[in-house]
């Protein structure tokens, strides 16, 4: 029978080593950090219906038809006219917002004939699209830590700042 009491000496120093390497290595890129989204120039209560989304395809379906998808974070808050902050924790990486706000609860975003909308809404990075909304890569933003977004409510056709 052989005596395997030496070789527990070996695992005596190579333990503290790697638990020693273990404890300074950085923390996971999938931890999860802040995102805090403001919303300026509020003008109506309403439901405040919004989408945060890490999928371009997802981020063109969520615009164009207003539909909710499984890669997209998606909820409705009701707001009022006072200082209107959403507060998320997600997973490090590129994503795009998209919201509007019902001020009339018919859970839609009300656009007249020419498909204008007639309620408030709006994107991140407060990109405008021209004649249409704005695609992923335009309204794309990273969060690598604790993020903000202030993001500024418009209706109808949108004008230069």
């Known amino acids: 029978m052989k005596n395997y009491l030496p070789n527990c000496g070996r695992l005596f120093w190579i333990m503290p080593l790697i638990l020693s390497f273990l404890a300074l290595t950085p923390k996971c890129y999938s931890e999860e950090v802040s995102l805090k989204i403001n919303l300026l120039n509020l ?20 615009v ?3 539909s909710e998808e499984d890669s997209c974070i998606t909820s409705a808050e009701e707001i009022d006219l006072q200082n209107f902050e959403i507060n998320s924790m997600l997973p490090r990486g590129e994503y795009a917002i998209s919201l509007f706000v019902d001020s009339n609860g018919n859970k839609k975003l009300d656009k007249n004939f020419f498909g204008i909308p007639k309620e408030q809404y709006g994107f991140s990075n407060n990109v405008m699209g021209r004649m249409s ?29």
């Open 133 to 161: 909304p704005p695609t992923f890569d335009q309204a794309k933003f990273m969060i690598e830590g604790p993020t903000t977004q202030n993001i500024k409510l418009r209706i109808g056709i949108p004008k230069k700042d």
């Open 43 to 62: 003008d109506k209560p309403g439901i405040l219906y919004f989408s945060i989304c890490k999928d371009v395809g997802a981020f063109k379906r969520t």
């Open 64 to 66: 164009e038809n207003e």
